[in-house]
């Protein structure tokens, strides 16, 4: 019997790139393997819906489905309950990100090879334009990244978190899906609950994702400021989540900030704030010069940005959104949507 595959793809406004992802991945499917590919659309104003619809109707393995709540956790939840019934794994898709060929193939394969509950896959980012390319360099930096395994990481094994690929079904309805509360960081917590129950979480270095940052400093500041958002609901939901490299992006800027206010009584308080733009001017001349281009001189200005807006959504986030942390007892599993003829939404 053929083992059942449900691929979700959430979309908000992706006709520039879900054409192509759909390809990509249905180009190679796994062998001897019944493949479902379900895009979960958040109401797109740009085609993109309709781009989907002509997919379907040439693939009968297509669907598209209306995701009331826009959220990506809410979709891939959504896709689950309505198509999981059956399903021995679940790969979560994005449509801006780019897939080596085999993608599919070789997450069975990682997953049927460790025996781990969940794959997890390193993201190198990419760009044509200047900031996207410098966020992409330093982001590969212990400066950008903080030596995040699934940020640039070239080993494989078992970690606590990284950008999520595939689970067994089973793993992620007992944990309960993704919280679709978080408009960001529901990935990581995911992991929390999954490691808690059990489950275990391999990283496949081998299988690697193209990922396009944002292009603006604009929009890379409003990216992380929600990732640190998100994140001050993990570490509290999750106590045992928190990793040395997180606090020291807050605590940067806190020092940083008493730094600069006691300045005018005690000058050499001004070393640290000092060191640390030290640190990011030498970051965007040394890629500079590795990349001979000078749109790695952004790189520190993107740090700049990753770290600080982060910074300030992780303090945005302690002070204005409640938390309580979470325990076994507590977990409740996600339930399947009653069996359905399986139309198409």
């Known amino acids: 019997m053929k ?19 759909i390809a990509s991945l249905l180009a190679d499917p796994p062998r001897d393997a019944r493949l479902d590919l379900v895009v979960a659309d958040g109401g797109s104003g740009d085609g993109t819906q309709a ?13 598209l489905l209306h995701n009331p ?3 990506q956790s809410a979709a891939v939840n959504l896709a689950a309950r309505q198509f999981g019934a059956g399903a021995e794994l679940l790969v979560r898709c994005d449509a801006h990100a780019i897939y080596p060929t085999g993608f599919l193939s070789r997450l069975v394969e990682a997953i049927d090879r460790t025996g781990a509950d969940a794959v997890v896959v390193p993201m190198d980012s990419t760009g044509d334009r200047c900031v996207q390319r410098a966020v992409a360099w330093v982001s590969d930096t212990l400066i950008g990244s903080g030596g995040s395994a699934h940020r640039g990481g070239r ?9 999520h690929a595939a689970f067994r079904m089973q793993s992620f309805l007992r944990a309960g899906g993704y919280d679709e509360t978080y408009t960001h960081n529901e990935d990581a917590e995911l992991d929390c609950r999954q490691r808690a129950l059990g489950s ?24 992380y400021f929600n990732y640190g958002r998100g994140r001050s609901r993990t570490v509290r939901r999750h106590p045992g989540s928190w990793r040395p490299r997180q606090l020291a992006v807050p605590a940067n800027l806190a020092l940083g900030l008493v730094a600069l206010a006691v300045s005018p009584l005690l000058p050499a308080a ?16 040394w890629i500079a010069l590795r990349q001979r ?13 990753m770290h600080n807006a982060w910074a300030l959504g992780f303090f945005n986030g302690l002070i204005t959104v409640r938390e309580k942390p979470w325990s076994v007892e507590a977990a409740e599993p996600l339930v399947l949507a009653p069996a359905t003829s399986g139309s198409r939404a």
């Open 200 to 223: 275990r979480i391999w990283l496949d270095s081998d299988i690697r994702l193209a990922y396009h940052p944002r292009a603006t400093l604009g929009a890379l500041w409003k990216q």
């Open 69 to 71: 709540r826009r959220l």
């Open 270 to 285: 001004l070393v640290l704030p000092g060191a640390y733009l030290g640190a990011l001017a030498w970051i965007s001349v």
């Open 51 to 63: 781009i989907v619809e002509r997919i379907a109707a040439a693939r009968a393995n297509v669907r």
């Open 293 to 305: 281009s000078t749109c790695g001189l952004l790189a520190g200005p993107a740090a700049f940005v």
């Open 3 to 21: 083992r059942s595959i449900l691929v979700v793809i959430p979309t908000l406004n992706e006709a520039r790139t879900i054409e192509g992802v």
């Open 155 to 163: 080993r494989s094994g078992y970690v606590d978190h990284g950008h």
